[in-house]
């Protein structure tokens, strides 16, 4: 029993939203930092436990906790062992601000997390705190070292790539990964519900990056049958790569290995779709699993076969706050 959809695409890879919530005001996403509505309170440990259960029986074998910031959370180091102590997950990452990097990096790595996305769009410290209003950049880059001192293997730095914000920073990220096996992924500027005018004014292709590196003799990495959305760049100089993720691009949905589960217990099928499914009634009591399974089984073949954002048409998705990016 795998899941698949009705396109030919199978997914192993899920990303897994812990909370909304989250301690940064990052321009594109919660400008006016999170604020808690009344409604339901995000799974808690035993649903969470359910819903990795459920997939990895599933054949989901990469989980990536996400959010809102998954480590606010009290109960991640516990929410982490209990994925990455599944046995038929063979991976645990985590997409994060950084804020908490530096002093739980070593607590994170023993707690089986082996993946490490780390956010980060400006190397320089004002612009970094005008886009998240943290001055924390010197401190998240502190973090990354700490986390290569502790054993990680794979760290990568997202970079939201921003017209007239850090679209002149390439360089800098360029000579970051030059002595570290750091991969820099630029992510296109993405249009929510909530950021239209944000979205206009600032987005800008990726493209210019790509001519750019292969000018100076980046070489594009053949894809893995399970990597990530980016197109990885590598140079016979540099320790380090560099990724683009361009949802913009056409067929950027043909090879989608992704699902996403949000904090409130809703199966989305893509990051830019309509109403997520709601599972959460499945996820209340351990003997519920194999009805779980056959609803998930169920709902991923309906899977669309492309978002509709080259139209205008971002979904129901307000901010990427809510289902994890
Ligand atoms: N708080 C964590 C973080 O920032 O890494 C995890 C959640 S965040 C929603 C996941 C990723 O989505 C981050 O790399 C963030 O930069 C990216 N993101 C958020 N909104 C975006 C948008 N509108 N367009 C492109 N990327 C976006
Ligand atoms: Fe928070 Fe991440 Fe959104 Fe920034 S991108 S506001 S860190 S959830």
């Not at 006016?32 to 509505?37: E, L, Q």
């Not at 969470?48 to 180091?77: C, M, N, Q, V």
């Not at 082996?114 to 005008?130: E, I, T």
Request: proline letters at 4%; hydrophobic letters at 40%; a neutral charge.
């Amino acid at each position: 029993m795998h899941l698949s959809d009705g396109f030919g695409r199978s997914f192993k890879y899920l990303r897994l939203s812990v909370t909304e919530a989250c301690n940064f005001r990052c321009s594109y996403c919660l400008p006016d930092g999170y604020r808690k509505c009344a409604g339901p309170e995000p799974l808690n440990l035993d649903e969470i436990r359910r819903i990795a259960t459920a997939f990895s029986e599933l054949g989901i074998h990469k989980i990536r906790l996400t959010g809102g910031e998954p480590t606010i959370r009290r109960d991640f180091d516990a929410i982490a062992t209990a994925i990455a102590t599944l046995p038929l997950v063979k991976k645990l990452a985590l997409t994060t601000n950084g804020y908490r990097l530096a002093t739980r990096a070593q607590t994170w790595f023993d707690a089986g997390v082996r993946g490490l996305n780390v956010s980060l769009d400006s190397l320089d410290p004002a612009r970094f705190q005008q886009i998240t209003g943290h001055d924390r950049c010197n401190e998240i880059l502190r973090g990354i070292d700490a986390a290569f001192e502790t054993g990680f293997e794979q760290v990568k730095i997202n970079a939201v790539y921003m017209k007239g914000i850090n679209d002149h920073e390439v360089d800098a990220y360029l000579r970051l990964v030059q002595h570290q096996p750091l991969s820099v992924r630029f992510i296109e500027l993405m249009e929510t519900g909530d950021h239209a005018a944000f979205f206009r004014k600032h987005h800008i292709s990726s493209e210019s990056i790509a001519d750019k590196l292969l000018q100076e003799g980046w070489t594009p990495k053949l894809k893995a049958a399970d990597a990530g959305p980016a197109n990885e760049y590598l140079h016979p100089d540099y320790q380090g790569s560099i990724g683009l993720i361009a949802p913009y691009a056409k067929d950027f949905c043909k090879s989608c290995n992704r699902l996403r589960f949000s904090s409130l217990g809703k199966l989305h099928l893509c990051l830019f779709g309509e109403f997520g499914v709601p599972m959460r009634a499945l996820l209340q009591s351990d003997d519920q699993l194999e009805e779980l399974k056959a609803r998930l089984l169920v709902a991923v073949k309906g899977k669309a076969s492309s978002h509709h954002l080259a139209t205008g048409n971002s979904g129901q998705t307000s901010n990427l706050s809510a289902i994890g990016g």
